[in-house]
């Protein structure tokens, strides 16, 4: 019975491993930074690090399970207006949208929870019904938000299964912004509260059409 309870134990966990994906590495000055340098290492077992956040109103959809604590992380100096890069441990699988969002530090970020106002940056939505699977996703940092320490969070969000909870598969980098503007984002939105189960784009059935008019979840993207 042992021996059948632990290689049940040892199947959910590689299965679990292998059906899911995390963003864990970060790109910024052209140099692909150590895993886990600059983002946040949620607090999941080894085994269910890449797993993905369905609950719409718990804290950790701001950076993962555990993500409210930075826990010697590092903070990554950027100009406003650079280029940076997310990369995961295997390209993305399941279909769904992906979003950037940021949210700015009262001090230091490292400090810092994630319970202020976020702002997205970008949203990468489908093309027709061909959606934006990879291994890395790169943007830049807004041009003229004000300088000062943010959490720059990755969001893809999993609407592979029809009737079950759609899966949030989250990071935050650490980030320190300099030679930026004056503009205050917005608009903003909490996070939870970010999201809703009534939202057309957490709520749709991938498989029942063309998705051109496809809303992605969450604010609207401020843009410079």
Not at 53 to 62: A, F, I, N, P
Not at 211 to 221: C, D, F, K, R, S
Request: charged letters at 10%.
């Amino acid at each position: 019975m042992k021996s059948i309870l632990a290689l049940t134990t040892t199947l959910l966990a590689t299965t679990g491993v292998q059906a899911h994906y995390i963003f864990q590495q970060f790109t910024s000055g052209g140099t692909k930074h150590a895993a886990w340098k600059y983002v946040r290492k949620n607090s999941n077992p080894a085994w269910l690090q890449n797993g993905p956040v369905t609950d719409l109103s718990s804290t950790d959809l701001r950076c993962n399970v555990g993500g409210q604590l930075s826990n010697g992380t590092e903070t990554v100096t950027m100009k406003a207006g650079d280029e940076f890069t997310f990369t995961l441990d295997t390209a993305v699988y399941h279909a769904g949208p992906v979003s950037l969002y940021m949210s700015k530090a009262p001090g230091l970020v490292k400090d810092y929870d994630g319970s202020g106002q976020w702002f997205k940056i970008y949203d990468w939505g489908p093309s027709g019904n061909s959606w934006p699977m990879r291994i890395s996703y790169t943007s830049n940092i807004p041009r003229c938000i004000p300088d000062g320490e943010y959490l720059l969070r990755i969001q893809q969000l999993g609407l592979h299964n029809p009737g079950a909870p759609p899966q949030f598969y989250i990071s935050c980098a650490q980030v320190k912004v300099t030679n930026g503007g004056s503009t205050n984002p917005s608009p903003t939105a909490l996070i939870p509260g970010a999201f809703k189960s009534t939202d057309p784009g957490y709520n749709v059935n991938i498989y029942s059409g063309n998705m051109a008019n496809y809303q992605v979840p969450g604010p609207a993207v401020f843009k410079c």
